[in-house]
């Protein structure tokens, strides 16, 4: 009996270390796994269930990043940086929330106080600047850093952009103790983008898409949607609303009468108004416009616009990029579409990281610096869509990589990568890094040039070339990939690209693009109130007269039905039959002689 108990156990034994080997399950102790708690929005990381790549692997450069569209999972790799390089077993819970008012509510019910500490259930959640500040006022959130030169989370701080940090230094709220809280001492921004139009320029009028009114034209009619949010929403109403206060603006800005931080501090004013005035106009034109949209939307409005069944989509510039990436994927390059951000001004957002109180510090921290390393940005940057704040020569390069315009030049076999086509040889060049004279020699025009432009096959191999004469726009973005201050250290960074309002402009808007946005700020619960009361009208619309008097007539006649009936009733016209009356108890003996 003992000899049949030891071989069942061998037998045992043996099919765990095969099941360890053959399926990767591990049955070691989980005392030392440390456990980090991360709430983000849906679909805003890199992830994939068939690319859990390992660090040493990534590191070694023998996994070609994007190969056939394929998406490194930045969580499992965090994963294994922390295994392989800390020597530390993390293990992340990812969970995901689709606005931020959910995320808001499930942090609020999980709220716990044991001996005046109060804790959340998560450790990193990714709110937008909005909520953050509203977080912040009601004493939510952790310091970023424990320490005054902020080394806990310097990775962030070496290269996020100077203007995204900048930006953040200037959003301060009042707490509910009366102090004065900025958004830089508690979190770090994650995402960042414009919000506009997403339009068809084939089938809409490219000049009227440049100002809010676009929805409004009746040549579009039923083609539109808007966001199904009151904050959102309500920026577009403004711009509407206030369209001639805002060119006047506009106006004085591009004399010189104002400077810049003057002209967005006018828009910021504006685009920030929630006085009972400004409300009711933006619920009047929004009621307006109710009958004029396709409808409102979310998420569904990528898809409806890349699909064709809409022409005109209000929305996120990170957004944006996927639609114009899907039509022109799904029409295999035919459907091509535009986005751009209303003259009169628009929203600029931000999504950052911050920790809950009670949060593991130190693990949050740790993954707010994987973040972001650049390679770590370009990785999201790439599967979001979305603009990271991650700045410096490698995400220039990065966007470079994706938009910038290369051409051929002539050139022979010693050069190591030339590339042969048709028996001569030619040298792939980015036409940001040739030389005046060079492109003097090219230049058609001003501004347009005859270009040899590569052709590319399915893995990026050059194939061939049309000789085109193009337009080449040059956007300055070193405002942007700038991680230092003007001065010492300030580099040029000049996009040039043959598309204008496309995915390059739409995630990297120049500076006239930038002057004319503004954060919206974080409003009271008033003025939520009074916004909220004003959106639900507007989407009922305005009922006519004759729809009213129709609905109150139904009502009065089912009252009057009712009241005929209770009477008819009274008078024994409509009998009543109680049924229990009739009803009779049958035994079993008399069943059986039924």
Aim: aromatic share 12%.
């Amino acid at each position: 009996m003992k000899k049949i108990f030891s071989i069942i156990i061998a037998v045992i034994m043996c099919g765990a270390i095969v099941a360890y080997s053959l399926l990767g399950l591990d049955f070691s102790d989980d005392s030392d796994v440390e456990v980090l708690r991360v709430y983000n929005w849906e679909e805003y990381i890199s992830e994939s269930d068939d690319n859990k790549i390992e660090w040493s692997d990534y590191i070694s450069g023998d996994y070609e990043l994007f190969k056939d569209d394929e998406y490194i999972d930045l969580v499992y790799l965090f994963e294994s940086y922390c295994r392989e390089v800390l020597h530390r077993n993390v293990r992340v819970e990812y969970s995901t929330f689709g606005t931020n008012e959910n995320m808001y509510n499930e942090l609020n019910l999980s709220k716990k106080e044991v001996g005046g500490r109060v804790s959340y259930s998560y450790d990193l959640v990714c709110p937008s600047e909005y909520m953050l500040l509203k977080m912040m006022r009601e004493d939510m959130l952790e310091p970023l850093s424990d320490s005054s030169d902020r080394s806990d989370v310097s990775v962030y701080d070496q290269n996020s952009s100077e203007y995204i940090r900048s930006l953040f230094k200037g959003l301060k709220i009042r707490a509910e103790d009366g102090t004065e809280k900025r958004i830089y001492d508690y979190a770090t921004c994650y995402m960042w983008g414009t919000m506009g139009y997403v339009y068809n320029p084939e089938l809409v009028d490219a000049e009227a898409a440049k100002h809010w009114s676009l929805l409004w034209d009746d040549r579009y009619t039923g083609g539109g949607t808007i966001k199904d949010s009151v904050r959102d929403s309500y920026i577009l109403a403004l711009g509407y609303v206030y369209k001639e206060e805002l060119d006047q603006l506009k106006q004085k800005y591009e004399k010189g009468e104002i400077s810049s931080a003057d002209y967005n501090a006018a828009l910021t004013e504006v685009y920030n108004r929630t006085d009972e005035e400004s409300v009711d106009k933006a619920g009047k034109v929004l009621t307006s416009l109710k009958d004029r949209l396709y409808g409102y939307e979310v998420d569904s409005g990528k898809k409806d616009m890349a699909q064709g069944k809409i022409l005109i989509n209000f929305a996120w510039s990170g957004d944006a990029v996927y639609t114009m990436d899907f039509a022109e994927e799904m029409s295999d390059g035919e459907v091509l579409l535009e986005y751009a951000v209303p003259e009169e001004g628009s929203n600029i957002f931000f999504d950052g990281w911050a920790m809950p109180k009670g949060a593991n510090k130190e693990l949050a921290r740790l993954f707010i610096n994987f973040l972001s390393r650049p390679e770590s940005a370009a990785l999201n940057m790439n599967y979001i869509g979305y603009t990271s704040s991650i700045a410096g020569e490698y995400m220039f390069e990065n966007a470079v990589d994706w938009y910038g315009t290369y051409l051929l030049l002539d050139s022979d076999e010693t050069d190591e990568e030339a590339v042969q086509l048709d028996g001569k040889y030619y040298s792939e060049v980015y036409f940001g890094d040739l030389d005046e004279d060079v492109k003097n020699s090219l230049m058609v025009s001003d501004g347009v040039y005859k270009l040899k432009l590569p052709e590319y096959d399915d893995e990026d191999n050059v194939v061939g070339f049309t000789e085109e004469e193009v337009g080449i726009f040059a956007t300055d973005l070193s405002y942007f990939f700038n991680t230092v201050p003007e001065g010492e250290g300030y580099t040029d960074y000049v996009m040039y690209t043959v598309d204008t309002g496309r995915q390059c402009e739409t995630q990297y808007p120049g500076l006239e693009v930038i002057n004319r946005c503004t954060v919206m700020k974080c409003f009271s619960d008033d003025e939520i109130r009074s916004l909220n009361n004003m959106w639900e009208t507007s989407k009922v619309g305005d009922a006519s007269l004759g729809k009213l008097l129709l609905a109150i007539g139904i009502v009065i006649l089912i009252i009057v039905a009712f009241a005929v009936i209770i009477v008819l009733y009274r008078k024994d016209v409509i009998k009543h039959v109680n049924t229990h009356k009739n009803l009779k108890l049958i035994s079993t003996e008399e069943i059986e002689n039924l």
